[in-house]
């Protein structure tokens, strides 16, 4: 079980562009909101795990065999959201932007987490390692054992972003920040496509 925690807090602690994404909603919408985006990725890393852990040995694979076409769409998908995230920070504002409900970052970070291929490609090269199961219930435990490993870590990086974002003195640092993370998720995408 305690290898399951480990592993997770292992795979949340890999700078990229979800740790990136939280970081900057932390600096830019304040710790509910990176909190929730953290916890949004704990559960993409969960479910990842649960296919793991039941039949990855049979299911995770067979990705291999379309790995080039899924790694040109998730880089394209970290491409577009970095360059959409970046145009929405350079946009001049006459007031800072309202902050959204915190609850809204949830599901979006949970969609990015389960189509990134950082995730894709850790959890793929992992599975042999990963203990055996047993059981369906042995394999939601140590699933839920991992997303536990990942949720400590991803709200760490929340709660990181929500301090610098308080310790910077204006709007505009707190929207470089975020034009920062922007910039780095779109480097992840441009890399993923050059590999590819």
């Known amino acids: ?14 700078i990229g562009p979800m740790a990136l994404m939280i970081f900057g909603l ?12 953290g916890l949004g ?42 360059a959409w995230m970046l145009v929405g920070q350079l946009r001049r504002r006459e007031a800072p932007a309202a ?3 915190a609850t809204r970052f949830f ?8 189509v990134n291929p950082t995730t894709i490609v850790v959890f793929t090269g992992i599975v042999p390692q990963l203990p055996v199961a047993g059981s369906f219930a042995r394999a939601v435990s140590l699933a839920l054992a991992l997303a536990s490993g990942s949720a ?27 034009a920062a993370s922007a910039i780095g998720i779109l480097a992840f995408g441009i890399a993923g496509l050059a590999a590819a």
């Open 152 to 178: 400590v870590v991803q709200l760490t990086i929340a709660a990181a972003g929500s301090v610098v974002g308080k310790a910077l003195p204006g709007e505009s640092w707190r929207r470089a920040i975020s």
């Open 1 to 14: 079980m305690w290898k399951a925690f480990l592993f997770g807090a292992i795979v949340a602690a890999a």
């Open 99 to 101: 902050p959204q409900p």
């Open 41 to 82: 990725a704990a559960l993409g890393d969960c479910l990842y795990a649960l296919v793991a852990f039941v039949a990855g040995a049979l299911i995770l694979p067979l990705l291999a065999a379309y790995e080039p076409a899924i790694r040109v769409g998730c880089a394209l998908l970290l491409v577009g959201l970095g």
């Open 26 to 37: 932390g600096a830019r919408q304040g710790i509910a909101a990176s909190a929730f985006a």
């Open 107 to 114: 599901l979006p970070v949970f969609l990015m987490t389960i």
